[in-house]
């Protein structure tokens, strides 16, 4: 993954999206902050199913935290 600032983005715009054509991702930094990620089509499905799979993944072996003093019927109240 390569960074590139939102000035030279603009500037070299047809070679980043040639770039991206080839499988490249590019961070897109405003001001030092990420502004933006221009990647293929699928690679944003992939980075979020793999952040799916993640978290449930930690969510598993996390102990559950906080008072269960509540029954199921009184969250349909």
């Known amino acids: 993954m390569r960074t590139v600032s ?3 983005a603009n500037r070299q715009f047809s070679s ?13 930094v405003s ?3 990420p502004a ?5 089509p699928n690679a944003a499905d992939n980075r979020r199913a793999n952040a ?19 029954t199921r019927s009184e969250l349909y109240d």
């Open 36 to 40: 933006a990620v221009i990647g293929p």
């Open 31 to 33: 001001r030092g902050k």
């Open 52 to 70: 799916k799979r993640v978290l449930v993944e930690r969510l598993r072996r996390q102990k559950p935290s906080g008072a269960r003093d509540w």
């Open 16 to 28: 980043l999206l040639k770039e991206v054509s080839r499988g490249g991702v590019i961070t897109v």
């Open 6 to 8: 939102a000035s030279d």
